[in-house]
């Protein structure tokens, strides 16, 4: 699902996708100025990892330092949601039962 802000007075579209990492999932962001989008890496947790050296993705033309913002809360818990189907905790780490 997309979810379209206005951030600092620039318009962003944010949206929560399965990507190609094993144990991520990906937050792309768009600016309406155009240029390249923004990519986060989501862990399973919820934390945010940038990826500015991604093939396709790049710096945010709507900012001086180029940095993307940080997508809202409810982009990141769907986000979130798509890291852990991908890589649940397992119960025990080699296997054996406590």
């Not at 620039?10 to 990492?21: L, R, T």
């Not at 100025?33 to 991604?54: T, W």
């Not at 710096?59 to 809202?72: K, Q, R, T």
């Amino acid at each position: 699902m997309a979810y379209p802000c206005e951030i600092n007075g620039h318009s962003y579209i944010f949206e929560a996708v399965y990507g190609e990492e094993l144990e991520t999932s990906r937050i792309v962001v768009r600016s309406a100025d155009g240029g390249p989008e923004g990519v986060f890496f989501v862990q399973r947790d919820g934390s945010l990892e940038p990826a500015e050296d991604l093939p396709g993705f790049g710096p945010n033309p709507a900012s001086a330092d180029g940095l993307w913002p940080e997508p809202p809360a409810e982009v990141i818990e769907d986000a979130r949601r798509i890291a852990a189907q991908k890589a649940p905790e397992e119960a025990a780490s080699d296997g054996a039962e406590p």
